[in-house]
């Protein structure tokens, strides 16, 4: 029996490999709109996480454990690995070495695994990455209008919900060129929020935006964190927003992590490297 | 010389490789393409509408062209009714095509490489990725079956068209001076279903090749606008030169 079972999942992992070989694995599944209504947060575990780029390390044997439900930030300067580090949790990019395990499950980005997903995550980029050929209303509602999990009627409901609570309330009909970089982001974030994920990766959510659309996007964090059960990751160079919504935060140098705790702990960190990074005159933490 | 010449042989055999796993996929989705009809229309219409004018103009002149340039050397022989039955064949088993193809290598081929291209730049395909929406069912599928359809249906066009133009000349033409009616009795004698079937069957696969050609260098694209901006020559490049293998295999197996 275990051994038919066994055949079973290499038959489905074969053909998937043939007919999804190009678009690299990316496995459509189908939700049910019970699942879609619930979220929880879930637990993340790297271990041994290794990367590189033309021979180039970018990532160190990084190992790192996010709990259910947590606010986690990973703060760093610029080309330390930050972004390379979410997109492997985004299964954007492939390991050299080492694994990550979410909701318990290892994503060696092998098929069949991909196929077990019970989990939904969603990625606000850096680009913000929306569909240029799409209005704002239509990227915000193309994952639940191409997985089919609510009614019409009901999706134009979440897409004004969504818009709302990023203070872009009627502006669906928009097309994307006519929006700013600060707006785009708030869309991109819509449009994530949309999914009711379980897990939300932010890759510098605030890098666009003026300091009052950045205080608004840390209400709308605050505000998840408080109502809906999610994991939320966040990779910033942007320290203030960090520390503010966190509960825990990372630090990152040259590939490596090379501190951890919670916002109060990174502040009372003594690594020099850390206290550099927090203490700058212009963007460092005021006070000190 | 030898390590060059094996490295060109490698990224050939790896592009071509890429391809067909590309070309696999594809095939795969159309099982979902009435759920993409929307997509699929869209990329009907442009494909097919949008290139009509240009591929009814070209095959009007080459028609004109190819009955000018025969039609005078046949009518030195004393030939020249001849000339409906030349131009026919070749505008159905080669001319109509390879020409629209090549069209619509140009126009809409290079067209696909930049959308897809500029998606694949501007992390929109890594976004599909996130919300999971297979790029290849969202973007190659709708477009290979909109090719699939379009370029027979143009060179259809292309093929009457460019026929009408050759009778015209033909008949206006004081060297050869060939009354239409004579024009279109050879025609319909030399020509058979089975060349027509052989020029569709050609226009089909150039259509794929197209296609096909215009997502992959799209999907491959890295680097940028300048990186947009060489995935679009590429993606032209690539169609010709496979449209030309491709037309020659097909003659040979139709012969």
């Not at chain 1, 575990?45 to 160190?60: A, D, E, M, T, Y």
């Amino acid at each position: 029996m275990a051994d038919q079972q066994h055949r079973d999942k290499n038959k489905v992992s074969f053909f998937n490999r043939l007919t999804h070989s190009f678009s690299q694995m990316t496995v459509e599944t189908s939700i049910s709109r019970q699942a879609y209504e619930t979220s929880r947060g879930i637990g993340i575990k790297i271990r041994n996480l290794s990367k590189s780029f033309n021979g180039q390390p970018v990532l160190k044997s990084i190992n790192l454990e996010i709990q259910p439900g947590e606010v986690f930030s990973i703060i760093g300067a610029s080309g330390t690995g930050k972004s390379v580090l979410l997109r492997h949790l985004a299964k954007l990019l492939k390991p050299d070495s080492g694994e990550i395990l979410i909701d318990n499950e290892n994503i060696n980005f092998e098929p069949g695994l991909l196929i077990e997903q019970k989990y939904r995550y969603s990625m606000v980029f850096q680009t913000s990455a929306l569909f240029n050929s799409l209005t704002v209303g239509e990227n915000i509602g193309l994952w639940l209008r191409e997985k089919d999990v609510l009614p019409e009627r009901r999706i134009r409901r979440v897409i004004r919900e969504k818009l709302r609570l990023v203070g872009l309330a009627g502006r669906e009909p928009m097309n994307i060129s006519e929006l700013s970089g600060g707006m785009k982001k708030r869309v991109a974030i819509a449009r994530s929020l949309a999914m009711n994920p379980d897990l939300i990766f932010y890759d510098e959510p605030t890098a666009e935006l003026d300091p009052v659309t950045t205080d608004e996007l840390a209400r709308v964090i605050a505000n998840l964190k408080d109502k809906v059960d999610l994991t939320t990751i966040i990779v910033s160079h942007d320290l203030n927003f960090a520390l503010y919504l966190s509960d825990r935060v990372a630090m990152m140098h040259d590939g490596e992590i090379i501190e951890i705790g919670t916002p109060e702990e990174i502040k009372k960190s003594k690594n020099p490297l850390v206290r550099r990074f927090l203490y700058t005159t212009t963007k460092g933490i005021q006070g000190k | 010389m030898l390590t060059r010449l094996g490295q060109i042989l490698l990224t050939t055999a790896q592009n071509l490789g890429e391809m067909l796993a590309l070309l696999v996929e594809t095939l795969f989705y159309f099982k979902d393409a009435f759920r993409n009809r929307v997509a699929i229309v869209a990329q009907l219409y442009e494909v097919g509408v949008g290139t009509l004018p240009i591929a009814v103009l070209m095959s009007l002149f080459i028609g004109m062209v190819l009955a000018l340039q025969t039609g005078s050397q046949l009518a030195l022989l004393g030939v020249q009714e001849k000339i409906g039955a030349i131009v026919g064949l070749s505008m159905a088993k080669e001319l109509g095509p390879v020409l629209t193809s090549l069209l619509i290598a140009g126009r809409v081929g290079s067209s696909m490489a930049a959308e897809v291209g500029a998606m694949q730049v501007y992390e929109e395909i890594d976004a599909m990725r996130t919300l999971e929406i297979n790029p290849v069912r969202y973007l190659a599928m709708p477009r290979l079956i909109a090719c699939l359809l379009a370029v027979p249906m143009l060179t259809v066009f292309s093929f009457i068209v460019g026929v009408t133009g050759g009778a015209v000349i033909s008949d206006i033409n004081p060297a050869i001076n060939v009354p239409m009616t004579v024009y279109y009795d050879v025609l319909v004698r030399a020509l058979d279903m089975s060349e027509i079937l052989n020029g569709l069957v050609k226009a089909t696969v150039f259509g794929g090749i197209v296609a096909l050609v215009g997502c992959y260098v799209g999907f491959k694209t890295t680097g940028g606008a300048r990186g947009i901006g060489q995935a679009t020559t590429r993606s032209v490049v690539m169609s010709f030169l496979m449209i030309f293998i491709a037309d020659y295999l097909l003659t040979r197996f139709m012969m």
